[in-house]
């Protein structure tokens, strides 16, 4: 089943699965669109707390009631970058009872290059209550286009597929979706370029003294130090000048920290330049 953008349906499975009375659960620093799309349904949002800013399958299972209708997980996590490995995957589905359904929200999944991660889709293919969410807005570059795309039971597809308007995804998005999965060459290139570049960049910014959450995704989020001056804040200014745009993440619990998307070669070392000049000055 197609939306515009995964957003759109991870909004339409809170819509079609949630109501008052009913709890859904994310992580603590999960994506915030499931608070959104919870909150907007009427329902309680659940935030489960992470370990290493890593989602804790304990934790999560802890905290499943008779109320819990959905779990959300993104697997990697924006704006950690963080991943649990597919046998921990199994592990959560395993302890949910089978009225609850698990989504696993896998928008990164093309660039992540561990021997232990799925994306889900083998889950989300046998099992009845796990359905899988995917992007064309990530690896492919098309986010303005919005295309996103879930696999799972079908029953679940035929919820969605009932309560999504009729014309969600646009002419243009579907031929673009459909020349860009037959792109392969774009997406090694692209997995390639994160590679060399996710692993230089929290090499390099590790080296000035920074902290970075190990990242399985195509950003790393960097965290400051507290004090006058090196915060976050500070340096997101300083870089905004210099016409370098990283994200604050205040809202997601990281009020001294900026995610960085991997960008190109140019942009890579101008913000480790400026973050080294930054950290120098104001120290
Ligand atoms: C974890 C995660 N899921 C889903 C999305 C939604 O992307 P889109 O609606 O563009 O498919 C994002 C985008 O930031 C994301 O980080």
Sequence with gaps: MCGAGSDEILSLLAQAYLSAGDEAIFTEHGFLVYKIAILAAGATPVAVPETDETANVDAILERVSEK??????????????????????????????????LVLDAAYAEYVRRNDYESGVELAGHADNVVMTRTFSKIYGLANLRLGWAYGPAAVVDALNRTRGPFNVTGPAQAAGIAAV??????????????????????????????????????????????????????????????????????????????????????????????????????
């Design 68 to 101: 819990t209708k959905i779990v959300f997980l993104a697997n990697p996590n924006n704006p950690t970058g963080t991943y649990i490995p597919h046998d921990e995957v199994r592990r959560l589905h395993a302890g949910l009872p089978s009225s609850t359904l």
């Design 182 to 283: 037959g792109d392969r060459a774009h997406v090694e290139a692209a997995v390639a370029h994160n590679e060399k570049w996710l692993s230089w960049l929290s090499e390099e910014l590790t080296g000035l003294g920074l902290r970075v959450t190990p990242s399985a995704g195509n950003f790393v989020l960097i965290h400051f130090p507290d004090g006058a001056g090196k915060d976050a804040a500070s340096a997101d200014q300083l870089l905004r000048e210099k016409g370098l745009v990283l994200r604050r993440v205040g809202g997601y619990g990281f009020p001294n920290a900026l995610r960085m998307s991997v960008g190109t070669e140019e942009a890579n070392r101008a913000v480790v330049a400026e973050l080294a000049a930054f950290l120098e000055s104001a120290g």
